[in-house]
């Protein structure tokens, strides 16, 4: 499906929502496109590349349609590799906790990394002249029709004008040195690096610079933290706590959780996370649940947007090995221990301390 690898983990095939396994996601800088997450609200839209045009109006001096070749040929190129990660990432936590009816059961593959290629966001809200103001918001509008909303309508989300003025943020059309799959947004893409993969809107067709973040339903009712006691099918526009920055996460990629690994020397590897302009700068391991830590060792950052791969070896002893890991970012923050103290109505957001257990043999 959407030339994925054979071993990818599909939740739904419409939308198509799938995950790496986590051992095809370990211990590569870049994932490649048949390797990358995919997250689907909506069928996924057929857009010719002749055919589409970007919309840049609301608060701009000088409204813009571009063509795909307008758009390419009149701004320069960057490319930035940057992690994205859907909110969902890592909700299997909480579905140990308690059940969350309707959402995809996300393990720690909701995360992946690109080398993404396009013009910067702010090139292009400058040639539309753009109002300066930090009060503002720019709003993304996309073709899929999502009947996952209420009421059924496209996909679509916001960010502050003063993120969408930021370098790292590009309008992308090439991911991994090919042209941005259409699975992943092709022709073109928002590409949000530091804030939550739902902000990275694909197939994007409109850009608006208005004073309010976005009313889509995508923005303003779900991707929003609710109270744990919250009805998540009643919740209004505006209900719970809005989701913009990544949060402080990590996990173990391999060996895969459950495996059985033989005694003797073993390398548990996995991911870091840190959210927005924060740098991940420790990862600990435990392997008595939390009461003693050693530091992994972790690979440099390739870029300030993307994951630090961390890797740890030890000495595996016969019989159960249960091992916990946790990320500080350079603010000297850390991910809080438990699932349970963070679980909301739609599993957002699972920072909690990762675990995995082996049967060591
Ligand atoms: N138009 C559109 N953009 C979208 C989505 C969507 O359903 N429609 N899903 C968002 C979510 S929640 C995530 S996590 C990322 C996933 O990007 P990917 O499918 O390329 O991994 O795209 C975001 N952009
Ligand atoms: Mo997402």
């Not at 994925?4 to 490649?32: M, Q």
């Not at 003025?165 to 992308?172: G, I, R, T, Y």
């Not at 924060?278 to 690979?299: F, K």
Request: aromatic content about 8%; overall charge negative; charged content about 20%.
């Amino acid at each position: 499906m959407w030339s994925k690898r054979p071993d990818t983990i599909v939740h739904e095939e419409t939308p198509f929502n799938a995950e790496p396994a986590p051992s095809a996601l370990s211990g590569r800088d870049v994932t490649p496109v048949d390797t990358f997450y995919s997250r689907n609200h909506g069928p996924i839209p057929e857009l010719a590349t002749v055919d589409w045009q970007l919309r840049i109006d609301g608060l701009v001096a000088e409204p813009l349609a571009l063509s795909f070749a307008e758009l390419t040929g009149r701004f320069r190129t960057h490319a930035v590799i940057a992690t994205l990660q859907c909110a969902g990432n890592r909700r299997t936590g909480f579905n140990q906790v308690r059940d969350i009816p309707g959402e995809d059961p996300s393990g720690p593959g909701a995360t992946s990394t690109a080398e993404w290629r396009g013009a910067r966001l702010r090139d292009v809200l400058q040639a539309a002249g753009v109002k300066i103001d930090a009060s503002l918001h720019v709003a993304f509008g996309a073709p899929d029709v999502s009947e996952l909303a209420t009421p059924t309508q496209p996909y679509g989300g916001s960010i502050p004008l003063t993120k969408a003025m930021s370098e790292e943020v590009l309008l992308a059309w090439g991911m991994n040195c090919q042209p941005l799959p259409r699975v992943h947004g092709g022709p073109v893409r928002v590409v949000v690096p530091g804030y939550i993969g739902a902000r990275s809107i694909k197939w994007i067709t409109s850009i608006t610079v208005q004073p309010e973040p976005s009313d889509n339903f995508f923005q303003a009712t779900a991707y929003r933290i609710l109270p744990a006691d919250a009805d998540p099918d009643t919740a209004e526009p505006g209900d719970g706590i809005s989701l913009s920055s990544v949060a402080l996460n990590c996990d173990i990629l391999a060996p895969e959780d459950g495996a059985t690994v033989p005694a003797g020397p073993v390398t548990l590897r996995g991911y870091a996370l840190a959210g927005d302009d924060r740098t991940v700068e420790r990862v600990d391991v435990s392997c008595d649940g939390g009461t003693s830590w050693a530091q992994a060792d972790l690979e440099p950052a390739y870029s300030k947007w993307s994951w630090r791969l961390w890797s740890f070896a030890l000495c595996a002893a016969p019989g159960a090995l249960h091992v916990t890991v946790r990320a500080w970012d350079s603010t000297g923050s850390t991910q809080p221990e438990s699932a349970a103290t963070l679980w909301n109505p739609k599993g957002y957001a699972n920072n909690s301390w990762a675990t995995a257990t082996f049967d060591v043999a």
